[in-house]
């Protein structure tokens, strides 16, 4: 994501690249294609409210950018209320052809497995959350760090055909979006409270995946919890986190009110596939299946991807990179996307964005400052680069926290809705503003 984003800001600018690209010579356990900015996980951008959330805003600073990922995530987009989803496949495809068919880029098939000679000249490091284990190393010896790292999870997918309708439901939670097809987006299985906590007794009964003794001290990102973790952290934690049963009325049974729901998510255009939503899980293969036919409707569910989890290597950003996003020991290598520390598709492509200009405009003569901290883009930009403390560094989304605060209206304080707008509103003036440089 953040790679093919940043060559496509490169050569937008008339400044040629060579894009190094392992796959298909070195594969990873996750990826199953040898596309650019192949989707591994969800096939949701979350959010895609510029006005009230702050992943929607950065939707739109990408756009405003001339985001080739958020050009291909519309042009593919999928019914998801709210939120932005997209046709992983075919969204992938055309992020691929369009960047292979620019006279100004070349790709070259092949790992790297060390930093690149310093006659590379500029260089941006975007290996993602599966960086190999030698470019790792690497790094580290490069920069005396001890290695960083966190794991992350892998929700599965089903087969539409295969769940049950006459359980299962079409509806986005409070019925949001402008389309009819936006407000049936979802599918919801709902759970009465003995289903639910027997489905909780299997679920922390299950076999779960292993670790090898140097991974056994990695924590767990808490945006991308297995579920089997959260429903260790308490019996009700599912039912308040992705299982929460609020803002839905099943047609099957009207005047009863579930205990739980368990929301799936349309996977491809054709509808043929659904993730379900929340589920990052690091059970067994063998164990996943008996233990998800428990969700009424999904009894005979069949799996076109089963859950999974794995490492995810990121540095510390906050000691090793300076404001242009440049390794502070080696300013000819810049670093983007999940392996600075941001978390999501979308921060990470929106790192590539930024040291994808930067990169640019060195290359032309100048220094392109990073934008404001009032911006999402350079909220998070902020953060990485030393907004955050070094000693407990941790991948992060963007959020408005990560924002200057918002000064209270005369006579009182603004209520969250009016707060946000606040944000947005200041946010994108002063995106209008950088673009310009």
Not at 25 to 42: N, Y
Not at 237 to 242: C, D, K
Request: with cysteine; charged share 25%.
């Amino acid at each position: 994501m953040a790679g093919s984003e940043a060559a496509w800001q490169c050569i937008s600018a008339g400044i040629p690249v060579v894009l190094h690209e392992m796959r298909p010579t070195t594969g990873t356990f996750a990826h199953q294609t040898d596309g650019l900015a192949e989707l591994v996980c969800s096939n949701s951008f979350r959010s895609d409210d510029d006005e009230a959330n702050a992943v929607g805003l950065l939707h739109w600073e990408m756009r405003a950018a001339g985001s080739i990922i958020m050009e291909m995530a519309d042009r593919h987009k999928l019914p998801a209320g709210s939120a932005l989803a997209v046709d992983r496949e075919p969204f992938s495809a055309s992020v691929t052809e369009q960047l292979l068919s620019h006279p100004l880029l070349t790709i070259e098939r092949g790992e790297i497995t060390g930093l690149p000679p310093e006659d590379w000249g500029q260089t941006i490091i975007a290996t993602g959350p599966l960086t190999t284990q030698t470019l790792a190393e690497s790094i580290l010896q490069a920069t005396g760090q001890s290695g960083l790292a966190f794991f992350d999870a892998i929700a599965p997918i089903v087969y539409t055909d295969s769940i049950d309708m006459d359980k299962a439901w079409f509806q986005s939670r409070y019925d949001k979006g402008e389309t009819e097809e936006e407000r049936t987006a979802y599918l919801n299985c709902p759970m009465d409270k003995d289903t639910y906590e027997a489905f909780i007794d299997a679920l922390l009964a299950a076999g779960k995946t292993e670790f090898k003794d140097w991974e056994k001290d990695t924590p767990y990102f808490d945006g991308c919890l297995p579920i089997e973790v959260m429903a260790e952290r308490g019996r009700e934690t599912l039912r308040w986190g992705p299982m929460k049963p609020v803002g839905l009325t099943n047609p099957h049974q009207p005047d009863i009110k579930a205990h739980a729901v368990v929301q799936l998510r349309r996977d491809n255009a054709l509808g043929t596939l659904y993730n379900i939503v929340g589920f990052q899980t690091k059970m067994k293969y063998s164990e996943q299946t008996e233990v998800f036919s428990m969700i009424p409707g999904l009894e005979n569910a069949r799996f076109a991807r089963l859950g999974g989890i794995h490492r995810n290597t990121f540095i510390n950003s906050p000691e090793l990179l300076d404001e242009q996003m440049r390794l502070k020991g080696r300013p000819d290598i810049r670093f983007a996307g999940q392996i600075t520390g941001v978390e999501g598709y979308v921060e990470s492509a929106a790192m590539g964005l930024l040291a994808g200009r930067m990169a640019a405009a060195q290359a032309q003569g100048h220094d392109l400052p990073a934008p404001k901290n009032t911006t999402a883009m350079g909220a998070l930009v902020t953060h990485i680069t030393g907004g955050a403390a070094a000693k407990t560094f941790q991948p992060m989304n963007v959020n408005f926290g990560l924002f200057p605060p918002i000064e209270d209206v005369k006579g009182g304080r603004r209520n969250r809705k009016t707060r946000y707008k606040a944000y947005t509103d200041r946010a994108k003036a002063d995106w209008a503003d950088w673009l310009k440089h």
